[in-house]
């Protein structure tokens, strides 16, 4: 897997507010890092994961 690529799609879905596919999409290509033991690969969409988690926050939540 190309995980920059797969970031740029993941982040055409995040620029439309569709936090749910972009954070299934995440879950899924870290996974697939974990499958192939690819460690980095899987901090790296970890370290995505709670980006979207942020953006939600900043946009959703209390103030």
């Not at 995040?14 to 870290?30: E, Q, R, T, V, Y």
């Not at 969409?45 to 926050?57: G, P, T, W, Y």
């Amino acid at each position: 897997m190309n995980i920059e690529t797969e970031k740029e799609n993941i982040q055409t879905h995040i620029d439309k507010g569709n936090f749910h596919a972009a954070i299934n999409l995440s879950i899924s290509a870290m996974n697939e890092c974990r499958r192939n033991e690819d460690q980095a690969g899987v901090d790296e969409f970890i370290e995505f994961i709670r980006a979207i988690v942020d953006i939600m926050a900043d946009r959703f939540g209390s103030k």
